[in-house]
């Protein structure tokens, strides 16, 4: 394989250009002669990275806030997304396409639903860990759909 791969398996994703770059960055030096399940597997780990980083964020948060209800129900999706969730989806990835995609898109959701939109006095304080989050794992469970 070579770099065509990366290039049509990100066009086939939300954004071409963020795909594109975190392969590249992410992959490593083998990423140009990776197949479509490595590139999954990449974009996976990237999500893992975000989502830790964001539950790094949280738990700075609650420091200040400690009984901010929606920053502790931020901290537990964002621990459950990377103790349970990247986990189960690389384990799935190679194994069971469907569930795989399936999880990645709850993903999704448990950040949106589950913590964004948790913060009714206006934006959250993790909107940008949250968007970012979003951003991949969007990419991600596209990458995953077209495993098969």
Known sequence: MDENLIKETCRKTPDYDICLFLLKYNGGSGIYSANRTRLAD?????????ATDALAKAIELLRKTPQDLSLTICRKQYTYIKLIGVPTVKRDAYMNHQAAKKLMHEIYDRVGEGCEYLFRAGKSPLTEFNLGVQKVTAIAEAIIGQLG
């Open 42 to 50: 990449v974009m996976i780990d990237v999500v893992g990275l975000r």
